[in-house]
């Protein structure tokens, strides 16, 4: 398998511009997480879905965040305007619900490094 | 609110031991992972234990869990260069929520 993929993996936009993220899981797998990493704050959930649905987005830091999951193979995370304190890494990640707790693991993608001037 | 605390640095050399700390807050814990991140990379799981466990190796890697003061260390037996890198402690509680709290992560400095 190829793991998650994200793209892209660098993204320098301008503030005000639109930035949209995505995230392929790994097949099969039916919970999907967005985090973001920065320096102050270190490892944030931003919103995590079960079955293409949200569960819980109390993480997304306002309106300018959305998050959408048309198919359990894709999923992507907008900023619409982007700000400067929008610059971070924001990782995306994938689980497999066995039923039996501790075999959760996560499986993280690279991240996309996003960069807003 | 769930908290998992780390100490934010640790420099050893070659060849020692390394212990990374974690302390964690929620009473309803009931599995915690180690995560590593290498440089411009996505967090890659280590290991991880049940709660009702002290105690777990993989190799180079022990994990203890003092269940009572919450505490949760990683020792890495002979590390190597390759093992600097940021660490990650984290958390699940057994409340449905499938969702991982993480600690600020560590950064292992090994110098040769």
């Known amino acids: 398998d190829a793991g998650v993929i994200q793209s892209p993996r660098h993204e320098v936009t301008e503030m005000g511009q639109e930035v949209t993220l995505r995230c392929k899981p790994i097949s099969g797998h039916d919970y999907l997480f967005w985090y973001r990493q920065t320096m102050m704050r270190g490892l944030e959930l931003l919103i995590y879905f079960n079955n293409n649905v949200p569960i819980d987005d109390s993480g997304m830091p306002e309106d300018r965040f959305s998050a959408k999951m048309p198919n359990a193979s894709f999923s992507t995370l907008k900023i619409q305007p982007s700000e400067p304190r929008d610059s971070a890494v924001y990782f995306c990640?994938?689980?497999?619900?066995?039923?039996?707790?501790?075999?959760?693991?996560?499986?993280f993608g690279p991240g996309t490094r996003l960069t807003v001037l | 609110g769930e908290d998992v605390e780390q100490s934010l640095f640790l420099s050893v050399r070659e060849g020692d031991s390394s212990v990374i700390n974690c302390t964690y807050t929620d009473s309803s814990s009931t599995y915690l992972y180690w995560y590593k991140q290498e440089p411009g990379a996505g967090l890659q799981l280590l290991t991880y234990i049940f709660s009702n466990m002290d105690m777990k190796q993989d190799q180079r890697l022990t994990v203890l869990l003092n269940k009572k003061d919450k505490h949760l260390s990683l020792r890495i037996a002979d590390t190597q260069t390759g093992d600097s890198a940021i660490y990650f402690c984290?958390?699940?509680?057994?409340?449905?929520?499938?969702?991982?709290?993480f600690g600020s992560g560590t950064r292992l400095q090994v110098q040769p």
């Open positions: 984290a958390e699940s509680s057994d409340t449905g929520r499938r969702a991982l709290t």
């Open positions: 990640a994938s689980i497999h619900n066995l039923g039996t707790r501790g075999t959760d693991t996560q499986y």
